[in-house]
């Protein structure tokens, strides 16, 4: 028991550090609305492309449709770390970036055996992290003008959910979420040249009529905190004792998060001091984000520990998204579209170890609600991964995805991306009384 506790201290203290110092790679993507979406999937689950609306699981949680926790027969914890590497390419510009995130903190345990179960968590829920930078000249002139876009930041939600079975092969699922966090966002034009060039110029001894050139800077905080509401269903069908197959469906309506919004202004010079007079705060007040509705329906086919094949179709209506001043974000509705299957070969296997890892594999296909020149930016990728058994029923799970967002052929940035998340999963039975004889 001691040992457990200092393990969950330990967890509790990285969740704390990791996301003051640590990001995932820097999308340009991430500028729109409140960032890029996060999966509320974990590792065992991310292997299968996120497939999770309509798969049971004994050993791991199912954080996508929370009726599904009813399946969840022993005390389990998930840990999980995201790390991700991008290449980024414009034309004939390119760059390449990647960091980590401390992906998942979550816990679920039954309540009464094989009724109820409930679960805890912490996870992202989006991510901002960008930092683009035009050129360009002011209207008429020869003077050069250049300007930066920059951001960080995102929202975290810790949710409680419950799952109770409610009659032989049907469970409901509900999640509330308060979901809080900040973004800032900086927008800065160097008049002139940027304070970079000025630099180097400065120091080759060059003069220059444009060296007293300034910046004029605004910058934006948007600060969050709100609850939020979703339910699920899953119903399964036994057609014997080994096989069976599945049906559910998950839906978070759409809800407003309530907010603060604070816009500074201000102009600095070369040394990037503030000139004299120029630093206020613009705006200062309340408001409200709206978050579209989502809808999920999954189809699963199970050969009880050996096999599993499941399909998933999201959709978000994202063009009913507002942002804090109640004009349209510009999105339009995305849908996304998964397939992926887990493979046990032979669970209870003495002679082999690897005949008891589970393999997964999954495709997805997702319209996502970003346009670029008019032209909505897509996301196709691949994921694999697999499950190491540790102990009686615990294991380290990874997963994997290739993917890339957009294409030169429709706009001009193209995302390529490797993406792995690495988790721990640990089963138990936490909350029962020992008994000697």
């Not at 704390?16 to 993507?29: D, E, F, I, N």
């Not at 009726?67 to 590497?85: E, H, R």
């Not at 503030?274 to 989502?294: E, H, K, W």
């Not at 990874?398 to 490797?418: C, S």
Request: proline fraction near 3%.
């Amino acid at each position: 028991m001691r040992n457990r506790s200092r393990l969950i201290l330990v967890i509790v203290l990285l969740w704390a550090v990791l996301p003051v110092s640590a990001q995932v790679g820097q999308s340009p993507y991430s500028l729109n609305g409140i960032g890029d979406l996060q999966s509320l999937t974990l590792a065992n689950q991310f292997g299968m492309a996120d497939v999770g609306i309509a798969t049971p699981t004994r050993f791991h949680i199912n954080n996508k449709n929370p009726a599904l926790l009813t399946y969840n027969k022993l005390s389990t914890f998930q840990m999980g770390i995201t790390v991700d590497y991008r290449g980024i390419s414009s034309g004939e510009q390119s760059q390449t970036n990647g960091g980590a995130l401390l992906n998942n903190l979550v816990f679920a345990f039954p309540v009464i055996s094989d009724r109820w179960s409930m679960s805890i968590g912490l996870m992202p829920l989006t991510n901002v992290n960008y930092n683009v930078t035009l050129g360009g000249l002011v209207d008429n002139t020869q003077i050069p003008v250049t300007r930066q876009f920059e951001g960080d930041g995102g929202l975290v939600q810790a949710y409680f959910a419950h799952g109770i079975v409610i009659a032989k092969g049907l469970s409901l699922g509900l999640r509330g979420s308060y979901i809080f966090g900040s973004i800032d966002d900086v927008s800065s034009s160097f008049v002139g040249y940027s304070r970079e060039n000025l630099l180097d110029l400065i120091e080759q001894g060059i003069e220059d009529p444009f060296f007293s050139s300034y910046s004029t800077q605004f910058s934006r905080q948007n600060t969050f905190g709100d609850v939020t509401l979703g339910m699920g269903l899953h119903y399964r069908y036994e057609m014997n004792n080994n096989t069976r197959v599945s049906v559910g469906m998950n839906i978070d309506p759409q809800t407003n998060i309530s907010g603060t919004t604070t816009t500074l202004f201000a102009r600095r010079d070369l040394g990037n001091s503030l000139v004299n007079g120029t630093d206020s705060t613009l705006v200062d007040q309340a408001g409200n984000y709206r978050l579209p509705n989502r809808f999920g329906f999954g189809f699963a086919y199970e050969k009880l520990l050996k096999l599993m094949i499941g399909l998933d179709i999201d959709y978000q209506t994202w063009s009913e998204a507002r942002g804090f001043d109640g004009s349209s974000e510009g999105f339009r509705d995305a849908i996304k579209v998964a397939l992926g299957a887990e493979w046990i070969p032979n669970i209870n296997s003495i002679d082999s170890y690897f005949e008891r890892v589970s393999y997964r594999l999954g495709f997805s296909y997702e319209e996502s609600p970003y346009f670029v020149n008019d032209t909505r930016v897509n996301d196709l990728g691949i994921n694999f991964g697999l499950s190491l058994p540790v102990g009686q029923g615990s294991s380290f799970d990874l997963g994997f995805r290739f993917g890339q967002r957009g294409n030169f052929n429709d706009n001009p940035i193209r995302e390529r991306y490797v993406k792995a998340l690495v988790g721990v999963t640990i089963n138990d039975r936490w909350f029962v009384r020992r008994r000697f004889d």
